[in-house]
């Protein structure tokens, strides 16, 4: 279905190019306006303006319908996440760090510190001088 409408919508397109190219140019932009032009007569000029609203009524048409159809699959999702609850990993120190019951943030920092000064070095260590 979405394959259908993309082709028709790159015919209208197509032909629609087309037909503003056929146009005659009232403006004069760049100095090349005037002449006689593809289609002179009035009548014609009456034809490539409603042949061109058309296609652009149909152009508009395919892309409202194209973006409907793209989008109505999706289903909402919540930027909250509804799912299961996100997992802490653990620190690479090995031992898992308790949230603080009291006091501040310093308190809980300087006890992981006090955790983490207990437990052996897990890499080379630089020499200290005595």
């Known amino acids: 279905m979405q394959t259908v409408v993309i082709i028709v919508h790159l015919m209208i397109v197509s ?3 087309g ?3 056929l146009q005659k140019s009232e403006g004069g932009g760049l100095g090349m306006g005037g002449g006689a032009g ?6 014609t000029a009456n034809l490539l303006t409603r042949t061109t609203a058309i296609l652009a009524v149909g152009f508009f048409i395919t892309s409202l319908f194209l973006s409907w ?19 802490q990993t653990q620190p690479a120190g090995g031992t ?6 009291s006091g501040g943030i310093l308190d809980s920092l300087k006890k992981t510190d006090e ?4 437990q052996a070095p897990s890499g080379p260590q630089a020499p200290r001088s005595q």
């Open 15 to 17: 032909v629609m190019i």
């Open 19 to 21: 037909a503003v190219l």
């Open 38 to 43: 593809f289609m002179s007569s009035r009548g």
């Open 69 to 87: 159809y793209a989008g109505y699959d999706r289903k909402p999702s919540s930027i909250i996440g509804t799912g299961a609850p996100a997992q």
């Open 96 to 101: 898992p760090l308790t949230p603080p019951t």
């Open 115 to 118: 955790q983490q000064g207990q």
